[in-house]
């Protein structure tokens, strides 16, 4: 009997270890995300470097959503369609302008520690326009090379999924 807890811990020994040696490698984020009360998109791409469960992740990327630009107007167009209007100075511009699409750049940093085929978390900080938001991050495995991870503060809220390589 004792030998046998000895294999288990022994093999559950050299899971984290392997764990902790897969912990190296490029990583790609895809959430959606709330950011001081806009919705968008959020996708980084970094590179983790870890060792005996825990690791560091440094990574950038960006964050999409619609801007709170109202200046450009989409109205109907006399020839039919519809075309876009600068409403400050009356003016057509180009079509793309009503989309009203805002991208920031954004950059992350996040210590971690994984147990194994449970999950991972760990502190983060995003840095976007100026602003840096600390945040708390989990990780679970869904697929071999995927996990379902949420990052949350009170101001920035991700759900999404991680891919590691």
Known sequence: MKSWIGAVAAACAALGASGAASAQGLVLDAAG??????NGIEGTVG???G?????ITPSVGAFATRSDEDRFLEEPDPAGGTRCRDSGDGDIVRDIRCENADLRLIGRLEATFALPLIAEAGLGVRVS??????Y?????????LAKLKANGSKDYL?????VGF
């Open 51 to 55: 060792i005996l469960g825990f690791s």
């Open 33 to 38: 995300a709330r950011v001081q009360g806009q």
């Open 158 to 162: 991700a759900l999404g999924v991680r």
């Open 136 to 144: 708390a991050t989990v990780a679970v495995p869904i697929f071999p």
């Open 129 to 134: 326009k100026g602003d840096t938001t600390p």
């Open 47 to 49: 590179y983790r470097v």
